[in-house]
């Protein structure tokens, strides 16, 4: 790990509880750029961490203060999302400078990092998030070529099981008041039905939500 520290920080709230990750794409050109992106003082942009496309990690903002990552967001009626959670951006093009694949050695150190962050922090399967979902009217991040379900599989995150109830997104935390329905919808799509992004809540994307809260309540 690099220790490449931004100065784009302040203090988390005395009472601030982190049991959020949230993962996100610099959308940049290359790891140089974006890390000098993030410790430029002028961009009010950061994350704890970054990782390269060669694995390479870099630590910028130390995890008990709050980096600036999530920007105007909310998840579950939290609006401060970056005072209660950890941001790990992956270094990639984005989807309007080249998307693609996340390479293995990337992935692999995303779940080193993972582990360790969810297991300090004891931060709930189901609030391993990306930034689509927590804002979802303005980022696509880290989008449909992500293996969230890879990233569950390694015990990071969940997957859904398809249950049988009717649910709707709010009960799992999209704000859909906030954002809209179809944003949600496809932020939704993004990370766990990546094969059809439509912004319609489908029978089968009906049946992945009801799965995620039967996982989540469990």
């Not at 610099?26 to 994350?47: I, N, Q, Y």
């Not at 060669?54 to 105007?72: F, Q």
């Not at 379900?149 to 015990?155: I, P, V």
Request: net charge negative; glycine share 10%.
């Amino acid at each position: 790990m690099i220790h490449s520290t931004s100065p784009n920080y302040d203090d988390r709230k005395p009472d601030a509880n982190v049991d959020m990750l949230v993962l996100h794409y610099t959308g940049m050109r290359d790891g140089h750029v974006a890390l000098e992106r993030l410790r430029d003082p002028v961009t009010k942009v950061s994350a704890h961490y970054m990782i390269d496309e060669d694995g390479t990690v870099y630590a910028l903002v130390d995890e008990e203060l709050r980096a600036w990552h999530a920007g105007v967001s909310c998840w579950a009626g939290q609006r401060d999302v970056n005072g209660c959670s950890v941001g790990i951006e992956l270094v990639n093009p984005g989807h309007e400078l080249g998307y693609r694949p996340f390479p293995a050695k990337q992935r692999d150190a995303l779940v080193m990092l993972a582990e360790d962050v969810v297991s300090r922090h004891a931060i709930p399967a189901h609030r391993v998030l990306g930034h689509s979902d927590v804002a979802p009217a303005r980022k696509q991040d880290p989008g449909e070529l992500f293996d969230w379900a890879g990233l569950a599989r390694a015990g990071i995150g969940i997957w859904p099981e398809q249950g049988t109830e009717d649910p709707v997104l709010e009960e799992f935390g999209y704000d859909v008041i906030g954002a809209g329905q179809t944003a949600c919808a496809t932020a939704f799509q993004r990370h766990w039905r990546p094969g059809k992004i439509d912004g319609f809540m489908d029978d089968e994307c009906i049946r992945l939500l009801a799965g995620l809260l039967d996982r989540m309540h469990r």
